[in-house]
């Protein structure tokens, strides 16, 4: 189904209130990726002492400039669906009149690989990857968002794998370690589970506009599931990683513990997908992250396979 036409309301305003621009960019959205740097950072083996810059400016980069930016141009591209899903977000409402919405996400995209050359060429290079990823997400002609498959696996690789990688490498000033990028590629994976559950708020705007997520393709029972699996597997081969390969082995069962607790908070998201899909991202997902973290620092002084 396409549609061209501009759906954001005739409005009096000429700039966009401020208050909408913060609201364009979902301060709550920066927390996955500001993580996921971090966790790079800690799974380098570099004391932070001497580092302190270069890991405060990766963590705004990551949060609030690309990932900002991210939100930006998805809500500019989405425009139509959100007129149908949320009317009252900034764009559809005229609260950002005309096209500021796509003004500020190509600003935000100069002003983020600016950022990212000071970050050295692997901060640089990682920049220009995720600003691609997120055009290529929202933006015609790519707009990888109509796949249920492609879209969320986009997003999880770039809100979990990319920050990840990045913090490692420029911390380390150089290529991470193989198991620093295996576990990063893992929980990138399992956050694909993740970006699925986030668009069953979306469902009928994405019914009607021919996006097809899961939840629409697969319906809502059956795309739970399966985001509940994708977001599984990848733990319990981590678990298997640091208990059995990599010798550590109380990372490991924190992970498990973590996985368990999980898979209960599951069991309550299957009973009513739609409805429970908000409390699982509260409560399941943040177990997931924490899990993160701990095999950050279980993979620190890893170097190589043992």
């Known amino acids: 189904m396409s549609v061209t036409t501009d759906l954001t309301p005739?409005?009096?305003r000429l700039l966009p209130e401020p208050r909408a621009v913060l609201t364009l960019l979902k301060p709550?959205?920066?927390f996955p990726p500001m993580w996921a740097y971090l966790c790079g950072a800690v799974s380098a083996g570099v004391a932070p002492s001497g580092h302190w810059l270069t890991l405060i400016l990766g963590v705004i980069l990551a949060g609030p400039i690309v990932c900002g930016m991210s939100q930006a141009a998805n809500d500019w591209c989405d425009r139509h669906v959100d007129a149908i899903n949320e009317p009252d977000r900034p764009i559809p409402s005229g609260?950002?009149?005309?096209r500021w919405?796509?003004?500020?996400?190509i600003a935000m995209s100069v002003l983020a690989a600016f950022i990212g050359l000071a970050l050295g060429p692997w901060g640089f290079g990682a920049t220009l990857v995720a600003i691609a990823a997120a055009w290529a997400y929202s933006a015609e002609p790519v707009r990888l968002k109509r796949s249920g498959l492609w879209g969320p696996g986009l997003v999880g690789l770039s809100y979990e794998s990319l920050p990840w990688f990045t913090g490692a490498a420029v911390l380390a000033a150089g290529a991470p370690s193989w198991p620093v990028i295996i576990v990063a590629l893992l929980y990138g994976i399992g956050a694909h589970g993740i970006m699925t559950l986030n668009d069953f708020k979306a469902l009928e705007g994405d019914r009607q506009m021919g996006?097809?997520?899961l939840p629409v393709t697969l319906g809502p029972e059956k795309a739970a599931k399966l985001a509940c699996v994708v977001m599984?597997?990848?733990q319990l081969v981590v678990f298997l990683l640091l208990y059995g390969v990599w010798d550590r082995?109380?990372?490991g069962l924190a992970i498990a513990v973590s996985l368990i607790a999980q898979l209960y908070a599951m069991q309550v998201l299957l009973r009513d997908p739609?409805?429970?899909?908000?409390w699982y991202n509260g409560v399941g997902v943040t177990l997931y992250v924490s899990g993160m973290m701990v095999t950050a620092f279980a993979v620190r002084t890893l170097e190589a396979w043992p």
């Not at 609260?95 to 005309?98: A, D, L, Q, T």
């Not at 739609?274 to 908000?278: D, E, L, V």
């Open 10 to 12: 005739a409005s009096p």
């Open 28 to 30: 709550i959205t920066w």
């Open 95 to 98: 609260r950002i009149p005309g």
């Open 101 to 105: 919405g796509l003004w500020i996400a």
């Open 211 to 213: 996006v097809n997520s």
């Open 232 to 234: 599984a597997i990848p």
């Open 249 to 251: 082995p109380w990372h």
């Open 274 to 278: 739609k409805a429970k899909a908000p």
